[in-house]
């Protein structure tokens, strides 16, 4: 019998690879998401049933909980630093409060397996020692505190019943049908390709570890049948081989396409988000199959190939279509015209 699972924001930039990987692993997937950010996929062949709407209107609708899920994976997000410094109190409702609100929901209904994609960059600015998932945490966005807060809700109702697993991804990258430029990689290879010039707005001696989206899915494929006698695991996911300065890391774009000039702004101060990962624990309780199968050259030719195939403009990072913020933006000016797209209470 097929296992079903549900992915709240399965539509998003993450999510619509899930789907995928999902789907042809002989899982039912079921989706969640409101297509705020979509480039025309409001739906697609991997989905059983889809509900396009804002997860917090469907916390308690009863079609969406009628069915026996083997699984939720909690996606729905605020999803980077810009937006969750512009939407404060909406990055902690959807990052955060929503996500306890939908475990809670769970286990009230016997569903007892919780996947919640979290952040490395809940380490924030770090020394150059390896963060561990017991390290320390310093959280200095709203992104980042919203995913910690979750986590530590989350380990407060886990019980013999009731099982979550927070995945502490790394920075992500990589092709998607719903592409995103506003990653830092990302951003790179396509300034290289329509300006040929990649800039770094640092001094560029951040650490980074990044991770492929497709990298992702897998570790969501394997934490949908991982079983902790501890019923609360949290674990980094990403890779050592995959973590860079972020100068290195643009120095590498440099190398892949011809004729890119490289622009460091050593004159600014240095990104405060600096933290190098250490991923030995996935690579333990995670079997082969399952750890990270692109390195930064693999990644680079992907990411590029899909670049060169699209009609990018030269101001790609003013674009809404490709940057979330200015999307989100947009939308809330539109809901202001006609308030049918969604609703954000903001501070």
Known sequence: MKKKVLVVGNLGYVGSIID??????????????????SNDISENDYVYRQWNDDFRKLLH??????INYDAVVYLAAVSNDPMGANFAQVTREINGEFCIEAAKKCKE?????????SSCSTYGLADNNARKENDEINPITEYAK??????????EICDENFEAICLRFATACGSSPNLRLDLVLNDFITAAHVNNTVEVLSDGTPWRPLIHVQDMGLSILWAIDYQNNNKFTVVNVGSEKFTYQIK???????????????????DKPADSRSYKVDFSLYHEIADKKFHPKYDVDR?????????????????????????????????????????????????
Do not use: H
């Open 61 to 66: 609708n009863k079609e969406v909980w009628e």
């Open 299 to 347: 990644a680079i030719e992907d990411i590029y190939s899909q670049v060169k195939a699209l009609n990018i403009e030269k101001d790609f990072r003013s674009s809404s279509k490709w940057i979330r913020l200015k999307k989100l933006q947009e939308n809330i000016s539109k809901s202001k015209m006609n308030n049918q797209l969604f609703w954000i209470n903001n501070n």
């Open 248 to 266: 290195d890391l643009a120095k590498k774009v440099v190398e892949f396409i011809p004729g890119c000039k490289l622009k460091i702004s050593s």
């Open 146 to 155: 919203s995913k910690i807060f979750a986590e530590m809700k989350l380990k």
């Open 20 to 37: 995928k990987i999902l789907f042809t692993n002989n899982i039912e997937v079921y989706g969640i998401d409101p297509n705020w950010f």
């Open 109 to 117: 209904l016997g569903i007892n397996k919780f996947i919640f994609a």
